[in-house]
């Protein structure tokens, strides 16, 4: 019988210590939400973003790797792309997560930005590429600060441009080793985020 107490005891202690770890996780994201969310209200314009991107964001060749074998093993359906108040506490992704930030500030700071992704294909095969575009007086503006330091060209605030394909003439005019937009659409992340 005792055998069972101290058994039962030690398991209810791991439960003590399960439930302390996750009430502190649980606290530590609120956390994090409410920092972004607050630093976020303080923002007036795109160049808000852009300069906090630009100042904080750290491209993550690891975490760019980590997705290129999630999608050759699991498809694009668990792909994993970073909460914005999660880049904004620890800073380090990689594309999709710099462009996941961006369309969420946006979006909170004016809505008629109608922010959202877009992803482009390089003719050369992966590594792609997504950014996200907005609209400032209906005309298509881009901002990309995701891009790792060998496409560091493609980085800040373009526009404005008509259509997507003036966006696409920009790319093409850069000289980029590995890289040539072959398609530039308007398209959804696909995956999950972490």
Known sequence: MKNRYVFFGASSTLNQIFLVLSCLFAANAVAAESKYETEVAKWKTHDDVAKWLKSNFVFDKNRQAQVQI???????????????????????????????????????????????YLFIKNKYGPPNHWVTGFKVENKIYVIDYGAGKNWWAMEGVHGPYESLDGYKTFLASLTIQGFAPEMVKWRDIPGRED
Request: glycine share 4%.
């Open 70 to 116: 999630q999608l050759k093993e699991t498809g694009v359906e668990n792909i994993l792309t970073r909460k914005p108040a999660t880049l904004f506490e620890n800073y380090h992704g990689h594309c999709r997560d710099s462009a996941s930030f961006a369309k969420d500030a946006l979006n909170k700071i004016n809505p008629d930005y109608q922010a959202r």
